[in-house]
């Protein structure tokens, strides 16, 4: 059995009012048996909750990670722009075309996302929550399937995209990006090795796949740190 992807996991300088914006905007629930960070869990079991935990650090990285919110109409597009923006949300020009029928935010803490156009076939059927999209090479895409388990469901170029067998959102990646150096994102992945697994078995699978470990100095923590191919943080947590 392979890990499981528990969480996308925020570093937010205020966790609390972080957690509140996102819980309302996806009308997610916050879990009530996590005691190390504020968790949201999805509302309809599929996919991935959200976590977040403190950090001093200010975000400095542009869109390197995001989410892309899907739309059922130009109403109900509309109506997730304006509860946004009226949950702290704010508009952001990051070089879109003003032909281009998505609407892209940052979060209260600047963290980027899209508010995608009704009618995209690339997100139908993955939920409101469509997709976590992210700058980063082929390599890691075919990292992160073998990982998790999750198929390949495209293969383009240098961009790759996976997806939960069970469905639920994608998760895609593009090397045409521009990467900063490693270690700068903000959203991070926190995975739960197998149930009844170990914790160093899981790490040693993850590190024979191409994951390297990595030191950050935080002590007694629970989780392993790891890196994937690409260079950027993922967490390894203890089994519960």
Sequence with gaps: MTCQLLAVRFDANDPLQLARFWGAVLGWEMADDTHDCIALVPS?????????????????????RHFHLTSTSLGDQRQTVARSLALGAQHLDVGQRPDEGHVVLADPEGNEFCIIEPGNNWLAGCGFLGELTCAGSPQVGHFWSEALGWPLVWEQGLQTAIRSPQGGPKISWDGGWSMPQAGNTRLHFDLAPPVHGDQQEEVDRLVSLGATRIDVGRGEASWVVLADPDGREFYVLTPR
Excluded at 44 to 64: A, H, M, N
């Design 44 to 64: 309809d079991d599929i996919g991935f909750g959200l976590r977040f935990l403190p950090t001093v650090e200010q975000k400095s990285s542009p869109y390197e």
